[in-house]
């Protein structure tokens, strides 16, 4: 089992930048697949980027490509999300989600992960 907290969110304003940080109790990390979503009010949780356990698989929604990056360090069993160009539609909850998994194949539903973080806010103002 991990456990995963996350931080970094907060205000910024229309084309500024965040780093979100998520940390994963456990000496398993570099084993599971991980993933960022989103949830704005009245919304669905959106899938925005995910990588691989090795790094080396990398995927991002459409709207985010070109402006976000997803990395991950397993050293230090963090997984991040730079937010470049941030735009007020960028306001949401932010959660990381991990699945056990060494696939490199694109998980993008919420069901398809098994363990998530409580979340952080991201705000964007116009």
């Known amino acids: 089992q991990v456990q995963l907290v996350e931080s970094g969110g907060g205000l910024v304003q229309a084309g500024g930048s965040l780093r979100l940080s998520c940390t994963a109790s456990?000496?398993?990390?570099?084993?599971?697949?991980m993933g960022w979503f989103r949830q704005a009010p009245g919304k669905e949780r959106q899938f925005v980027a995910a990588?691989?356990?090795?790094?080396?698989?990398?995927y991002y929604v459409d709207s985010v490509k070109g402006r976000f990056t997803i990395s991950r360090d397993n050293a230090k069993n963090t997984v991040y999300l730079h937010m470049n160009s941030l735009k007020p539609k960028d306001t949401a909850v932010y959660y990381c989600?991990?699945?056990?998994?060494?696939?490199?194949?694109?998980?993008?539903?919420?069901?398809?992960?098994?363990?998530w973080g409580q979340g952080t806010q991201v705000t964007v103002s116009s």
């Open positions: 989600a991990a699945r056990l998994s060494y696939s490199t194949a694109a998980y993008s539903r919420p069901e398809e992960y098994d363990y």
């Open positions: 456990g000496r398993t990390f570099s084993s599971y697949y």
């Open positions: 990588i691989s356990y090795d790094g080396r698989s990398i």
